[in-house]
């Protein structure tokens, strides 16, 4: 992968990662640009963020004119604010896919996904069967290098409310240091934390399939001692 002039490709840059992951490569000397792929015009974009308002319902039409180095998707929504299983499918799975579709298609060179723990295609709960699924499709691209984040609960603001997630952000502190051995990858995590070792692992040229839960992500950036 070329180390320099990066182009990023990113959606879901309004979220609780993906704000914080444009931020990061704002900043990084070896990116370029970073296209921002948005259903609504950004009235302040970063220095180096050219925004894009699409229907993504049409992203595999981007492929005739974008090119990017490297892909993010930070895409997530629950089932109660998408509105029902199937909306919730439409952004978790569906758009969540074709954009690593279009990575494919245009011949980037990284794809990096956020996911969540306990992601399973065989799972009885709706929620994890389908990051699951999306999992398995994303895995099969013909993309040297992709990488799938699998935090478990979210520490940090959000821009849209979630009552349920708030009341666990409060226990969280009390229950992150009972979660020990191979129950440490269900500690909550701090969304700047997940987009720091994301941002990071954007820029690294190894490749191959890899994957990271709560507590790799952590121990990534002490390893890395950034």
Do not use: W
């Amino acid at each position: 992968m070329n180390t320099s002039n990066l182009v990023v490709c990113m959606v879901g840059s309004t979220g609780a990662i993906g704000s914080h992951v444009l931020r990061f490569l704002n900043e990084e000397k070896k990116v370029s640009q970073i296209i921002t792929l948005t259903r609504k015009s950004q009235d302040t974009p970063l220095s180096k963020e050219r925004n894009q308002v699409i229907n993504f319902d049409e992203i595999n039409r981007l492929k005739e004119n974008l090119k990017a180095d490297i892909f993010i998707c930070c895409l997530g929504t629950t089932i109660k604010i998408a509105g029902s299983k199937q909306a919730f499918r439409k952004v978790d799975y569906n758009y969540v896919v074709e954009f690593g579709k279009l990575a494919e298609a245009v011949s980037a060179q990284k794809l990096l996904v956020v996911s969540s723990v306990g992601a399973n295609p065989k799972s009885l709960g709706f929620y994890s069967r389908t990051k699951g699924e999306m999992e398995s499709t994303v895995k099969k691209l013909n993309i040297s290098s992709i990488e799938i984040f699998q935090p478990s609960l979210l520490l940090g603001e959000r821009s849209d409310f979630r009552p349920a997630e708030n009341l666990a952000k409060l226990i969280a502190p009390l229950l992150n240091p009972l979660l020990t051995g191979s129950m440490k990858k269900y500690r909550a995590v701090e969304a700047q934390t997940v987009a720091k070792a994301l941002s990071i692992r954007s820029l690294a040229t190894d490749t191959g399939f890899k994957a990271f839960n709560s507590d790799q992500i952590e121990n990534y950036l002490r390893a890395s001692r950034i």
